[in-house]
Nanobody, 128 residues
Framework: QVQLVESGGGWVQAGGSLRLSCAAS????????MGWFRQAPGKEREFVAA????????RYAESVKGRFTVSRDNAANTMYLQMNSLKPEDTAVYYC?????????????????????WGQGTQVTVSS
């Protein structure tokens, strides 16, 4: 059974940092793009960051550029999201996703519909 499991969420004060992890099991994701999305209460799920299968290409939402860094360890089948200078508006459930269909895509997708595998989410709460 293919699974994506997020961890590392929690509560932090504004200006603080958190590191999220997304561990994949049941399948090797080293050939596929992966991404992070988030959903705040009452809002639609939105793109945060994406990384190509090789890790060489990354993309970020404007709201997190310069503060968040996405990376991956293909040997460990794990993706990470380092979040620094957190703001209250970063509060949301964070989801990892994988494009489990297209192999070796150079440009990681940013559209929610282009990802077919999702984790269960991890809550991030930033207090002011």
């Amino acid at each position: 059974q293919v699974q994506l499991v997020e961890s590392g969420g929690g509560w932090v004060q504004a200006g603080g940092s958190l590191r999220l992890s997304c561990a994949a099991s049941g399948r090797t994701f080293s050939s596929y793009a992966m991404g992070w999305f988030r959903q705040a209460p009452g809002k639609e799920r939105e793109f945060v960051a994406a990384i190509s299968w090789s890790g060489f290409r990354t993309r970020y939402a404007e709201s997190v550029k310069g503060r968040f860094t996405v990376s991956r360890d293909n040997a460990a089948n794990t993706m990470y999201l380092q979040m620094n200078s957190l703001k209250p508006e970063d509060t949301a459930v964070y989801y990892c996703a994988a494009d489990g269909v297209r192999v070796g895509v150079a440009e990681p997708p940013i559209q929610l519909a282009e990802y077919d595998l999702w984790g269960q989410g991890t809550q991030v709460t930033v207090s002011s």
